[in-house]
């Protein structure tokens, strides 16, 4: 038995009824606390001290014996032992020796790049797009796929991510040890099927994840597009070392993703974040306000180009909506309008958030959220309604936001596996030295 694809892991966290460590687990943006209900086992007790310096190693990337024992807390000849099993799993490896310091100069040990592979999807309105990555994060291969537009079937879309996860798995001659897709809809972490899915329709109602593992023998874990976006920027972007922050996402549709106390908050039935449900359109429709294109549109790409199409008369040769933003610094007065606009409603969403999680930081991404343009629109008009408005900035992720959040996520299960494999490999081993210790023993007691 191997675990493949394990969208959990266990993690010692705050205990308050004593000091002994207590077991978590997550899966899918759920964490049930387990214990403590009895004196642990040795065994149990190394595997979590050999997680704990995992962890430390994985984060630190380059660290000595010492320093991983006044991270954790553990004493030197524990961090010892752990190194020597994790080393010898072909987890971690030395490489090379502290330098500015007196005395003996330590060993630095860092995480071992390929002892997992994750793969992470990216399912859009424009195509598929995959890449396979190390632990270190990095991408080995890409997959393209591109269609005119969205398949009919959900058969067809899960075909072309099989086809993604296959050629991947020839270039890289081994399975993925996880595999992450990122989708647009809502999926519900009861049932795993997706809802208010917008730009794909035929993934309405269809249980991606099951449908994926059917075609490809690998059971996915399965994300909304844009929570994987928030996941990205806390890996490697704006919210690396913030504790709460939120992502409003504006391109071919609209969402939000909310992080609060490093976690990603997903909800009950996965809709955390689903802004556009947010009845602004509805409420100015029955305030006797006419339609304009973003009631009936939405705040998105559409919507901008519909306005610009309107304000000129239909005569606007923009053919996406970034172009009409990039316009505004050439001096064009229907370009600014449409900006004015844009970051009006863009600021009432933000404004929403605000009420509800007071966030740190708002990270605006997406084509049309993260250009440049807008931010300096939005924070004026938070100035003026907010007495303390949240950091505000522009995802640097570029179009590969939604990929980088699912490889970064792709890297943490891989590894996780990885881990698992080790442990169950090593406790086969256990087993069967046991079974042999008692077979040559004659059973004599």
């Known amino acids: 038995m191997r675990v493949s694809n394990v969208y959990s892991r266990l993690r010692r ?3 308050p009824v004593g000091n002994l460590p207590v077991l978590a687990e997550e899966s899918q943006g759920t964490r049930l606390a387990v214990g403590p209900i009895g004196p642990a086992k040795p065994a149990l007790l190394r595997e979590l001290n050999e997680r704990t310096v995992l962890e430390v190693i994985r984060r630190l990337r380059s660290v000595s014996r010492a320093e991983v024992a006044r991270r954790t807390g553990l004493s030197k000849p524990t961090v010892s032992l752990a190194l020597r099993t994790l080393e010898a799993s072909g987890l971690v490896g030395p490489v090379g020796a502290e330098s500015g310091r007196r005395g003996r100069a330590g060993i630095l040990f860092e995480p071992i790049a390929d002892a997992a592979l994750g793969g992470a999807v990216e399912i859009a309105v424009s195509g598929v797009r995959a890449v396979v990555v190390d632990l270190d994060g ?6 393209v796929a591109t269609w005119d537009s969205p398949p009919a079937t959900a058969a067809a879309v899960v075909d072309t991510v099989g086809r993604a996860v296959s050629e991947l798995e020839r270039a890289t001659g081994r399975p993925f040890d996880a595999l992450v897709i990122g989708t647009p809809g809502v999926r519900d972490p009861r049932s795993g099927v997706l809802t208010r899915v917008g730009t794909i329709p035929a993934l309405e109602g269809a249980a991606l994840g099951e449908l994926v593992a059917e075609r490809t023998g690998r059971v996915p874990a399965v994300h909304n597009d844009v929570d994987l976006v928030a996941l990205g920027e806390q890996a490697e972007g704006h919210g690396r070392d913030v504790e709460d ?4 996402w504006i391109g ?5 993703a909310l992080v609060l106390r490093g976690e990603l908050v997903v909800g009950h039935a996965g809709g955390a974040g689903e802004i556009f449900d ?4 509805r409420a100015m429709r029955s ?20 306005l610009a199409r309107r304000l000129t008369g239909g005569a606007a040769g923009w053919r996406r909506a970034e172009e009409v933003l990039d316009a505004v610094v050439l001096g064009d007065e229907v370009a600014a309008a449409v ?9 009432w969403y933000v404004a929403t958030l605000v009420a509800l999680v007071d ?5 605006l991404a997406g084509p049309l959220g993260a250009h440049d343009a807008l931010r300096p629109v939005v924070e004026e008009r938070l100035g003026e309604w907010i007495g303390a408005p949240p950091g505000l900035v522009s995802s640097k992720l570029g179009a590969r936001s939604v990929l980088s959040g699912a490889a970064a996520v792709a890297v943490r299960l891989a590894a996780d596996a990885a881990f698992a494999n080790r442990i169950l490999e090593r406790n086969g081993v256990d087993e069967r030295n046991g079974a042999d210790e008692r077979d040559t023993s004659g059973g004599r007691s």
Do not use: C, K, R
């Open 245 to 248: 922050f939120a992502v409003l």
């Open 278 to 281: 947010v009845p602004f359109a």
């Open 13 to 15: 966290v705050d205990n």
């Open 339 to 347: 900006l004015d606009e844009v970051g009006t409603w863009t600021a």
């Open 138 to 143: 990095t991408t080995l291969h890409e997959y």
């Open 359 to 363: 966030p740190a930081l708002v990270v």
């Open 252 to 256: 071919s549709g609209l969402g939000a």
């Open 287 to 306: 305030s006797g306000s006419g339609p304009n294109e973003f009631t009936e549109l939405g705040l998105t790409n559409d919507g901008a180009l519909a």
